[in-house]
């Protein structure tokens, strides 16, 4: 049987820099290693959480399995504030989208620093 453990894999051109950029953001950094030379970081919302990244280097799975190197999985975030993070993430100046109004849900996007689309949903 699956349980709540959730681990998303995204591709990075800079894995210590792409895991500094969602650092920015207030995820935590779980771990730093190295696959065979080539860096690897894990990140999460909070540690001990249901879902966390694993961030390769895509240079380094593209020669190794170039089949999986698609590119980032479309994610929705959910937040209890959105508006409060919509201003946090100004003030970082990450590149948003519009913040709009869906039914009673905020939603809007933002773009990290490789140029891949995040939704953010919400109260």
């Known amino acids: 049987m699956f349980n709540e453990q959730v681990t998303i894999i995204l591709y990075a051109n800079d894995v210590a820099k ?4 969602w650092e920015k953001l207030g995820f ?3 771990s730093q290693n190295e696959i065979d030379g080539s860096p690897v970081a894990e990140i999460a919302v909070v540690p001990n959480g249901a879902v966390h990244f694993m961030i390769y280097d895509r240079t380094f799975i593209e020669n190794n399995s170039d089949e999986v190197s698609e590119p980032s ?7 209890d504030d959105v508006m409060g993070l919509y201003k946090d993430l100004q ?3 990450v590149q948003l989208g519009d913040l709009t ?3 009673g849900e905020y939603v809007f996007n933002f773009v990290d620093i490789e140029g891949n689309y995040f939704v ?3 109260k």
Not at 18 to 21: G, T
Not at 73 to 79: E, H, N, Q
Request: glycine share 8%; hydrophobic share 55%.
């Open 120 to 122: 953010v949903s919400g």
């Open 28 to 30: 935590v950094i779980i």
């Open 91 to 93: 003030e970082k100046a």
């Open 18 to 21: 792409y895991a500094a950029f």
């Open 101 to 103: 109004q869906i039914g």
């Open 73 to 79: 999985p479309a994610l929705i975030f959910s937040s």
